[in-house]
């Protein structure tokens, strides 16, 4: 057992000098304790814990390991950079809602018409499954795709149709265009 309390630089009774290690230790904790009691984690709308028992920031969508590599995150560049983005993203979108310049509601009003005519299909879904053909038995595959907020999918046609190579044709000669 090494004596501790002979050191150079110790205190009688101090139980030695600490390792940098440790101080540093310390000094990350006393920091943390600090920015804990200052910023309510509960409130930060982009601190999102994970299943994997991590942290996860939803602005910068990075992984961090603990609350205070997060809050030390949150101090840094690049956390700070996305949330000036978003402000003056925010900004802008608040500019073009309140213009009162003249020119500004027909072009509002062109893209309000514009964005009439988009269909609304919501986050849309697919199943494949693997089946035979009765007669033939050769394999085919089943695509199923979902729109949940698409009003009435009967009256749409869809803009892509997936053909298979019997029904596609070679171009003799082929077009040296393409």
């Keep these: 057992m090494a004596d501790r309390q002979n050191r150079v630089g110790s205190k009688f009774g101090g139980g030695g000098v600490s390792s940098t290690q440790q101080s540093e230790r310390e000094r990350k904790e006393r920091l943390r304790e600090l920015a804990l009691e200052t910023i ?40 700070q950079a996305g949330l000036a983005r978003r402000a003056a993203m925010e900004a802008k979108l608040a500019r073009q809602k309140g213009e009162t310049d003249v020119m500004m509601p027909l072009k509002s009003a062109l893209q309000s018409t514009r964005s009439a005519t988009k269909v609304k299909i919501g986050r849309p879904g697919y199943e494949v499954s693997k089946s035979r053909d009765p007669q033939s038995n050769e394999r085919c595959l089943t695509f199923e795709l979902h729109y949940p907020e698409l009003d009435d999918p009967k009256s749409r046609q869809p803009r892509h149709r997936f053909m298979s190579a019997y029904e596609q044709r070679v171009e003799t000669p082929p077009d040296r265009n393409y």
């Design 40 to 79: 309510d984690l509960a409130k930060d709308p982009y601190l999102m814990r994970n299943h994997l028992g991590t942290y996860e920031c939803k602005l910068c969508l990075t992984l961090h390991t603990n609350e205070a590599n997060y809050l030390s995150h949150t101090q840094g560049k690049k956390h």
